[in-house]
């Protein structure tokens, strides 16, 4: 059997991933994308909260302390994520964390990256939004924002707001494709330059390949579609270069399950995980007090009421990102909605905190409900655990699995935490508009959708697993481009930073793939250009 | 529970999710009518309407403890998607159940309450007793409290989304759990849309420093 070759080897197809496959193919490599999840379109994406729609596409990974929710079909988390689209403010790539000094690489600041977040808001693209773009919640929000002596901003989003319906059925997929996923942009553009995206194809092991001229053997199993168990099917393919994106979660368990073929991987593989220091709360608003503190009013008459109206994100707060702060103090206040399934992890404010009579009177008022997000600066103090056998996790069922994660926040975590949480107090609670309550971690700990950091760039070998241009330390033509890359919480959503670190990355890759004698085209356009 | 006891318990727990997303179960409530003489059967009601209680089925009903009026998670369905025979967790119910039985009689004793035997233990226990036992299976330092999260998960996945359904057919037919929440009825296609969607106008004063697309600058 002759061996199955590639230029450039893709493992993950999410903004990570996505991105190197584009620039690669259009340059003129064989790029071969190699993904663990389903290929899904908008004609796939039901509206329904019924098991086996939303959870082939979605995970719930629960470690110790942490639960992340991430995607899992082609596209990853831009299919089933909520399209905010925002640039890390300067202070964040300033930030020293709990080790004293500066942790991302020297030549990278908000400015060194700006170029790069242009090319990507302009790919998407980005919609710059406005007050007519807010939905109730949003505009709840941004209201009681005003009237506690704060700014609030429309957030700009990776949708077509022409042809978005405001369904908010944004976790299970768009089916009006209104929101631009990667599906939409560079994945499409990368196969149309002969890129091979093959789906329910899960990566376990990425080893020194013995064949002349290829520089990394890829091993694969391929999926079951209807229960993700794996088949009897499984491959190996040799590549000239790798670019590892699969995820925060997913990337440094394979390093790691690799390590003994590569001869080792730097120790900072599998350390340093954050969850972006997320913090979500449910404010359960007091419509009369909507009405008569902040003047609103819906054409129905109704002052709010609109929780499950509108898209999932529409407002946010900068006021707490003072860039002269002290850290752990900086954070964003976002409106977001979640649908009913996590309405078990919403507290009421009596005790029990989280289940019985007041929680179930407090459902009663789902719809008067504001959920909230605060990005914080958290301490990247997750570490991963004993390798799985296979993928990234122990797969329990579709949608679920029991990942080797452990988070417990640090004192200074909680210390962001308790800011964001008075912050968010002092906005809500304001003569008794609302009663703020953060998510009971009886039921999940601490939930992110957003994990970073677990093989992170930067200059000291000693706590950063990649160089400033995303190459595994002692690894050459061995490139991580995913969340994981990303060295420190943000204090705003991820996906743009994570996608231009990517194309920042992609000079790099495109280096090593000519070093290894792949003639590549250079200039190449945005996607669809 | 002993450890592989608890390992083998867990991944019921979690095929049972497996099972209802490939559609192994049509008819939660059909099995839960059949089966809810057994002492398992009151006792995962039991626990079920802790969590989101409702109201007694009939009079004289000791399982819903009938805390409120209107539905909870029993009403919902919640122990026919758990007892489905289809599904692999209902040969491992039992011994749940006893789990929860054998921590309400611990409960009651240090506490001098009295159990009658013509029920199951915590189904004996008063509502404040089991609100106050459930609480306690979430301490963090509580070797089965996984268990507890996965069925807390299952009886709000029954109540809060209806999970076995399609949420369009869930509401057509008055799913308790979806109705209390009023979650908003779909169009005429089957699709949600919302054409009225925001106040519309500007409802707070822009961060000053922000750059060309809205971000933070
Ligand atoms: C519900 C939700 C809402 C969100 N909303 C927002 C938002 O509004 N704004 C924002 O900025 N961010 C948002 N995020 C976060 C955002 O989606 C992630 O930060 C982003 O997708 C991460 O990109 P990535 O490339 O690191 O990984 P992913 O996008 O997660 O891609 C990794 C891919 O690798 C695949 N994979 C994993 N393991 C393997 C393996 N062993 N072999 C092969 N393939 C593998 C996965 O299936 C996945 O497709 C949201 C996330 C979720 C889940």
């Given amino acids: 059997m002759t061996a199955q070759t590639t230029d450039v080897l893709v493992i993950g197809s999410g903004f990570g991933g996505a991105i190197p496959a584009y620039y690669l193919a259009a340059g003129g490599a064989r790029v071969t994308v190699l993904e663990r999840g389903p290929r899904a379109s908008a004609a796939d994406f039901t509206q329904s909260m019924r098991l086996g729609t939303y959870n082939k596409i979605v995970d719930v990974v629960q470690g110790d302390g942490v639960a992340v929710v991430a995607g899992n079909c082609v596209g990853g988390g831009s299919v089933v994520y909520f399209a905010a689209s925002l640039r890390a403010p300067s202070f964040v790539f300033e930030r020293h964390g709990g080790l004293g000094r500066r942790l991302w690489p020297a030549a990278l600041t908000r400015a060194a990256l700006d170029p790069w977040y242009d090319r990507v808001e302009e790919a998407l693209p980005v919609t710059r939004t406005d007050w007519p773009d807010v939905s109730y919640a949003g505009g709840v929000l941004a209201a009681a924002c005003h009237r506690a002596g704060h700014t609030c901003n429309p957030v700009p989003v990776a949708v077509d707001t022409s042809t978005c319906t405001n369904c908010n059925w944004m976790l299970s997929g768009c089916r009006f494709d209104a929101k631009r996923s990667l599906l939409l942009n560079y994945l499409p553009a990368a196969e149309a330059h002969g890129a091979d995206i093959r789906p329910l194809h899960e990566v376990q092991t990425v080893v020194p390949s013995p064949l002349s001229g290829f520089r990394y053997a890829v091993g694969y199993t391929v999926l079951d579609p209807d229960d993700y168990g794996c088949t009897a099917q499984a491959g190996v393919i040799h590549a000239k270069v790798v670019v590892l994106a699969a995820g925060a979660v997913g990337t440094p368990v394979i390093l790691r399950r690799s390590a003994p073929f590569l001869g080792g991987v730097p120790a900072a593989v599998g350390r340093y995980f954050s969850g972006n220091g997320d913090r979500v709360s449910v404010a359960d608003v007091d419509e009369r007090k909507a009405r008569s503190l902040l003047g609103l009013s819906r054409p129905d008459g109704t002052a709010y009421e609109g929780l499950p109206v509108g898209r999932p994100i529409t407002a946010a707060t900068y006021d707490h990102l003072d860039p002269a702060a002290p850290e752990y103090s900086r954070f964003t206040l976002q409106q977001i909605y979640f649908p009913p399934l996590t309405n078990l992890l919403a507290q009421s404010g009596g005790s029990p905190a989280w289940f019985g009579v007041g929680k179930r009177d407090m459902r009663a008022r789902w719809r008067s409900w504001l959920t909230l997000l605060a990005m914080t600066e958290d301490d990247n103090e997750g570490t991963f655990g004993a390798v799985p056998p296979t993928g990234g996790f122990i797969r329990l069922a579709p949608g679920l699995g029991q990942g080797t994660m452990t988070y417990h926040p640090t004192s200074r975590t909680r210390r962001a935490w308790d800011r964001a949480d008075t912050a968010l107090r002092d906005i809500m609670e304001k003569d008794g508009l609302s009663r703020v309550l953060p998510w009971s971690e009886d039921v999940a700990d601490t939930v992110t959708a957003h994990p970073l950091g677990s093989a992170r760039i930067g200059d000291d070998p000693a706590t950063s697993a990649l160089t400033d241009g995303n190459e595994l330390r002692g690894h050459s033509g061995l490139f991580v481009t995913d969340g994981a890359a990303v060295p420190t919480s943000l204090t705003v959503n991820p996906s743009l930073t994570i996608a231009a670190l990517a194309e920042r990355a992609v000079a790099g890759i495109a280096g090593r793939a000519a070093d290894a004698g792949v003639a590549l085209r250079r200039d190449v356009p945005l996607p669809g250009r | ?217």
């Fill in chain 2, 1 to 217: 529970m002993d450890e592989p006891e608890r390992r083998t318990v867990l991944k019921a727990l979690v095929a049972t999710l497996a099972g209802l997303s490939t559609g192994a179960l049509e008819t939660p409530e059909a099995a839960a009518s059949t089966a809810s003489e057994s002492w398992t059967t009151q006792t995962l009601e039991a626990f079920a309407d802790t969590l989101i209680p409702g109201e007694r089925r009939f009079p004289g009903d000791m399982v819903v403890a009938g805390a409120v009026t209107g539905p909870g998670a029993v009403q919902a369905g919640v122990v026919g998607l758990l007892q489905s025979p289809r599904l692999p967790v209902a040969p491992l119910l039992p011994a749940i159940a006893a789990l929860l039985d054998a921590r309400a009689v611990a409960y009651a004793a240090v506490r001098l309450i009295w159990l009658s035997p013509a029920r199951p233990p915590f189904v004996g226990l008063p509502f404040s007793d089991r609100t106050a036992l459930v609480a306690g299976l979430f301490d963090p330092d509580d070797l089965d409290r996984p268990v507890w999260q996965v069925m807390s998960l299952l009886v709000g996945l029954a109540f809060d989304t209806a999970a076995p359904q399609d949420t369009a057919e869930a509401l057509a037919q008055g799913h308790p759990g979806l109705t209390w929440l009023r979650f908003p009825e779909p169009g005429p296609d089957g699709l949600w849309r919302f054409p009225d969607f925001s106040y519309g106008r500007p409802l707070a004063v822009l961060h000053p420093d922000t750059t060309a697309s809205g971000s933070p600058a």
